[in-house]
């Protein structure tokens, strides 16, 4: 390596998050504003630059809690992102994380010294976002879908207690698809994914919907 060849100058790395919870059944993504350029006005995922003296993950997590005061949730890296032209300053290579959160324990912030607000958006109702940060997230959505089927990733999205109706919501949003309400209750309750409290909860019209928690100790979380 040549430490002087002008190929290795002017590289940056962004660390860039994808946050998502669950409010009242609808699966949502946590973003920021920008107030500084380039992108200024716009929408963004939290994140920001690595510095040279920390790892990428604790990088991550700063730029987590600097823009959105979040702190209390578990990341995992699941791509890299590195077109040429996705910044207009220099060469900046992406690293994609992925978080989900209880939205009771998110505690967010509305401001920063880089940012004029920050709040949670339907999936399925994003603005156009800085940077390529809508690819990033059309990029987290779709690990999002593999890990609901084979990891217990929605225990984090979910209060203590939760319904199968509120659960059937969260499934046809990430995964974007029409789920038989009947057919999943079926596959839940069966496959013991899910344990019956013998609470219920009351909805203004409705029937009492019975509570439910996850089984921790099924390791197949698949009902597909």
């Known amino acids: 390596m040549r430490v002087n060849n002008p190929l290795y100058k002017n590289i940056g790395i962004h660390l860039v998050n994808s946050i998502f919870t ?8 946590l973003l920021i504003k920008r107030t500084n350029e380039p992108y200024k006005g716009y929408w963004a995922l939290p994140g920001g630059c690595l510095y040279n003296n920390e790892l990428v993950l604790d990088g991550a997590k700063r730029e ?3 823009k959105t005061g979040v702190s209390n949730v578990e990341l995992s890296m699941y791509k890299i992102f590195d077109r ?15 978080g989900v959160i209880d939205k009771k324990k998110a505690s967010i912030i ?6 004029s607000a920050s709040d949670w958006f ?15 997230l059309n990029g987290a959505i779709d ?6 089927q084979t990891t217990d990733i929605l225990k984090s999205l979910f209060p203590e207690v939760f319904t199968l109706a509120e659960l059937h919501q969260v499934y046809e949003s990430i995964l974007n698809t029409s789920i038989d309400r009947r057919n999943f209750r079926k596959k839940m309750v069966n496959s013991n994914l899910v344990i ?10 409705r029937k009492p919907a019975k509570l439910y928690i996850f089984n921790n100790k099924v390791n197949n979380k698949s009902i597909f």
């Open 22 to 29: 669950v409010d009242n059944g609808v699966v949502k993504v």
């Open 64 to 66: 987590l809690k600097e």
């Open 84 to 98: 040429v032209d996705r910044s207009p300053l220099k060469r900046m290579i992406a690293i994609a994380f992925i």
């Open 110 to 115: 509305s401001q920063t010294n880089k940012t």
């Open 122 to 136: 339907d999936i399925k109702s994003i603005p156009e976002l800085a940077y390529d940060y809508n690819e990033i």
């Open 143 to 148: 690990r999002l879908k593999e890990l609901i």
């Open 196 to 205: 019956d409290t013998n609470k219920t909860v009351n909805y203004k019209g």
